[in-house]
């Protein structure tokens, strides 16, 4: 029973660091997240959305220190009530959400309820944009993970076990480290969380043998180390990005469509509601069937037009960008040139009336260097007219602005503002505001990472 104990130990502990860590490392994306959950047509806790970064953090941070504690074996009744609380509530998170898209694909359309209007979540968000799971495939993962957190929890309870000996220390950090690179070599492509692995767990053995067993304290080790981790990701930009604008990528290849890249596209039906004229009856059919049996034929059947709606029947292959479409001011469409561009910066700023204007100076100098050098830069925002014209005047901003959907530009960088550096469309560099060097210091490295 202690070998069975020490093993689910292990494997949740480990999953535990791994998934908060990557959420540490983009804790702005699962804020966005968090905001499709509180929607009101969702969950409907509208009232908690100006706090989604606070309680983001909390929830990472808290996630990464009970991983951490689970190994170590320290407050085993506390940590492992509060593991199994945050896994049977991310269970009925998952179903409930899943539940959602179910509701959706079976809606029918009639005169009273024309539309579907409930929000969806569409990935979970548990393991951020590294591995987009939907909510039914996490609400699986969960019922795995369930499994081994139980026989955690009724072990804590019945006191069986304890912090660790220090040859449990060494048998179960060699472990977890084995699992913990399981994940970020074949799954995240990130070395990192095996690093942070062993600098957390190694901390709180530094503290237990210079300090004594004293708990408390090696919590607030790791609880330091994870907090000036998610500061320095929060005040700059994520170590690892798993997005589609991440530095290497094309973004024009990534617009690409499954024909145009000659792969299979997601299949849709519509789904007719045909009435018999005779007799009342109603029935349902799709599209194919409809064509192959030749149903119009038939002039007793007669299709109930506002109860048509399109159902998707096989997934395929949908581009990783699909919303980057810039214009400028007067509406033209200006991505096509922008993506030739040899050399282009953007200024990304999702909200622009909520910027951080103090780096602005700095940003207004770098892009008269820039554009003095031969290269682009424009701003990029989901304002035109009387916002963009204000903040150009106040600002002194010597560079074009251009309109894009902001759900797009939280994507493109999780700073507002944030720097994109652009080569024939290809992504080669990007910075916080707080980051940006000086425009020569950054041309001594042709502008690379």
């Known amino acids: 029973m202690k070998i069975l104990t020490t093993i689910c130990r292990i494997l949740v502990g480990s999953l535990f660091i791994v998934s908060g860590l990557i959420k540490v490392n983009d804790v702005i994306g699962f804020g966005y997240k968090l905001e499709e959950y509180f929607a009101e047509s969702a969950l409907n806790f509208p009232g908690l959305e100006p706090y989604v970064i606070p309680i983001a953090i909390f929830i990472v941070v808290g996630e990464v220190l009970l991983g951490v504690a689970l190994l170590l074996g320290a407050w085993p009744k506390l940590t492992t009530s509060l593991i199994l609380f945050m896994t049977v509530f991310f269970l009925w998170l998952t179903n409930y959400t899943a539940s959602c898209i179910d509701r959706r694909e079976a809606f029918k359309p009639t005169t009273e309820t024309p539309e579907f209007t409930d929000t969806c979540v569409e990935t979970c968000g548990c393991f951020g944009d590294a591995i987009p799971l939907e909510p039914r495939q996490s609400f699986y993962k969960d019922v795995v993970l369930l499994i081994f957190v139980i026989p955690v929890f009724f072990a804590a309870w019945r006191s069986k076990f304890k912090l660790n000996t220090w040859k449990e220390d060494a048998i179960i950090l060699a472990a977890s480290v084995v699992v913990v690179a399981g ?79 000659g792969l299979d596209p997601p299949k849709y039906v519509s789904m007719y509601t045909l009435k018999n004229l005779n007799t009342g009856e109603v029935k349902e059919i799709d599209s194919d069937a409809y064509l192959t049996q030749r149903v119009w034929e038939d002039k007793s059947w007669e299709i109930q037009k506002d109860k048509t709606y399109k159902k998707k029947i096989s997934d395929g292959y949908e581009p990783k960008i699909k919303d980057f479409n810039p214009t400028n001011q007067d509406g033209e469409e200006v991505r096509a040139q922008l993506l030739s561009e040899p050399r282009v910066f953007l200024m990304v700023s999702k909200m622009p009336e909520k910027m951080e204007t103090k780096y602005l100076p700095q940003i207004a100098a770098f892009s008269k260097e820039a554009q003095a050098d031969g290269a682009k830069f424009y701003a990029i925002t989901p304002a035109s007219g009387e916002v963009v014209e204000q903040l150009r005047f106040q600002h002194q901003l010597p560079f074009d602005f251009l309109i894009n959907d902001m759900t797009e530009l939280k994507i493109i960088i999780r700073d507002n503002p944030g720097i994109v550096y652009l080569e024939n469309g290809v992504v080669v560099n990007m910075w916080a505001d707080n980051d940006l060097p000086a425009y020569n210091e950054a041309k001594q490295n042709n502008f690379r990472p």
């Open 183 to 261: 994940f970020s070599i074949k799954m995240l492509d990130w070395m990192f969380p095996i690093y942070f692995t062993i600098i957390a767990y190694g901390l709180a053995l530094l503290v237990k043998k210079f300090l004594g067993e004293k708990v408390w304290l090696m919590a607030l080790v790791v609880l330091g180390v994870t907090s000036y981790l998610q500061c320095y990701t929060y005040q700059h930009l994520p170590l690892k990005d798993y997005r589609a604008y991440a530095i290497g990528n094309n973004i024009l290849e990534k617009t690409k469509s499954a024909e145009e890249l």
